[in-house]
């Protein structure tokens, strides 16, 4: 899959979406994808939480055809050690060893950078207004632009936005993988009603890389993810392309130069049954459109 290019969150790239949407009338799924960060599943999290020794590395399904996981550690054998720059930020390696590291980060309300299978994220608990302030702060974000979420596993989602009305199997051929889908809340949501308030609708991430996944898992809830950039600067396929923001994260995650380029991930709007909605081409779209096809899917 080839990259479009595209850098920073949809609200940074609007002169891509918003001359084809009509700011006026446009419907909540359509608004947060406009200004969706570019980040932004195999067992469901109602199990008990489990530690990095029993949801461990390297045996989480994988989509799109190929292995993020496997490609980083090719990426980072020049980077296997941890670093500290001249800020004072600390960076690990996005490896086993500092997962249960990152999740106690995670639960204690604090900010970290992470790899995805398509750019490098600053991630917070979704649940904590406080952490997800401090991701505004660090990214000189307005507090009108949306965040999506990431979830350790697909089954994850029904927890934080309705799928119901979405066809069998649809979610699990989708994700994991460079996609982000755009789905209604609703009332039975456990996320914050403080996060991306007056939207109905939310972008959840499944990425195939065991790093996120494995401490979405662990830490029991929902990841709110935007891409590791200053808002409005490109996007980061490697973290020294972040260096100057590491001391504002609790720790930073290596896991060596991405191999998508800055496309980031392809989002989706299923918010109504039947019918989907391309909101950005991003680095899956034609995979993404077969599999939607194959569902019985309409475009719109």
């Not at 909540?28 to 008990?48: C, D, G, V, W």
């Not at 600390?90 to 086993?96: F, G, L, Q, R």
């Not at 065991?210 to 029991?220: E, L």
């Not at 991003?282 to 599999?291: L, M, P, R, W, Y």
Request: aromatic share 4%; hydrophobic share 35%.
């Amino acid at each position: 899959m080839k990259g479009n290019g595209t850098n920073g969150s949809l609200g940074e790239v609007e002169t891509e979406v918003g001359a084809v949407v009509n700011k006026q009338t446009m419907n909540p799924a359509t608004r947060i994808a406009e200004r969706l960060p570019l980040l932004a599943a195999s067992r469901p999290s109602h199990h008990h939480l489990r530690g990095v020794d029993n949801i461990g590395f390297g045996r989480l399904s994988r989509r799109f055809g190929g292995s993020c996981s496997k490609k980083m550690a090719l990426n980072m054998e020049k980077w296997n050690v941890s670093v500290e720059n001249r800020h004072g930020g600390i960076v690990h390696p996005a490896s086993e060893q500092y997962a249960e590291e990152a999740i106690q980060a995670l639960k204690d309300g604090k900010v970290i950078a992470v790899p995805t299978d398509t750019l490098y994220g600053f991630a917070c608990d979704a649940c904590s207004m406080e952490a997800v302030n401090r991701i505004y702060e660090i990214k000189g974000r307005k507090h009108t632009s949306p965040l999506a979420i990431c979830v350790g596993d697909a089954l994850d989602i029904m927890r934080f936005a309705i799928t119901g009305h979405l066809p069998d199997g649809l979610l699990d051929s989708l994700l994991p993988g460079p996609v982000t889908v755009v789905l209604r809340r609703g009332e039975s949501s456990i996320l914050e009603k403080s996060l991306n308030p007056g939207l109905e609708s939310i972008g959840v991430r499944v990425p195939d890389c065991d790093f996120i996944r494995v401490i979405s898992r662990g830490s029991g809830s929902a990841l709110a993810l935007t891409s590791a950039n200053l808002s409005g600067k490109p996007s980061s396929v490697s973290v020294k392309d972040f260096e100057n923001l590491w001391q504002h994260c609790a720790y930073a995650y290596d896991g060596g130069v991405l191999p998508t380029g800055r496309a980031g991930s392809t989002v989706v709007d299923l918010t109504n049954s039947g019918i989907y909605k391309i909101l950005r081409p991003g680095s899956a779209k034609e995979e993404t459109v077969a599999i939607l096809e194959r569902h019985s899917l309409k475009e719109v």
